[in-house]
């Protein structure tokens, strides 16, 4: 188990407001050139997230959340995640998520002209996050 010198403070905000704040000892985003991982001291930095699962470690326990697209803020001491969706697994309905994802792939496939092929995508990566 951590100590508090080992801690991160972590918050989450979405457009509802705040959806979680607490300490964790780390946290696994993933980031838009791939998954990075942050602990206390880390090298600040900002950067986009793209849908996926975001780890956090408490007590050495990963908690697993579902992310959307958003932008992340690391500090020394803290992390900023900004993102308009993020859902706990509990939360996810689990047929409807399969039935997006069917669709999503059923419009790439299909290739027709008017399919806007980016949002087909972007549908697909959301739809597998869940």
């Known amino acids: 188990m951590a100590n508090n010198s080992q801690l991160i403070h972590l918050k989450i905000v979405t457009p509802r ?3 979680l704040e607490d300490d964790v000892s780390e946290l696994v985003a993933p980031g838009k050139d791939g998954d990075f991982g942050v602990l206390i001291g880390h ?9 996926g699962i975001l780890k956090i470690f408490k007590n050495d326990k990963p908690e697993l959340y579902s ?3 958003g932008f ?7 992390v900023r995640i900004f993102t308009e969706i993020i859902e706990r697994p509990d939360d996810i309905d689990l047929k409807r998520a399969e039935r997006a994802k069917e669709r999503a792939e059923k419009r790439l496939l299909e290739k ?3 399919t806007d092929l980016r ?5 697909l990566k959301r739809s597998i996050a869940r």
Do not use: C, K, Y
């Not at 090298?43 to 849908?51: D, M, N, Q």
């Open 17 to 19: 407001g705040i959806f």
């Open 43 to 51: 090298t600040p930095f900002i950067s986009s997230v793209r849908p």
């Open 67 to 69: 992310l959307m697209n």
């Open 72 to 78: 992340v803020m690391v500090d020394v001491d803290m």
């Open 112 to 114: 027709r002209e008017d």
């Open 119 to 123: 949002r087909a995508e972007a549908a």
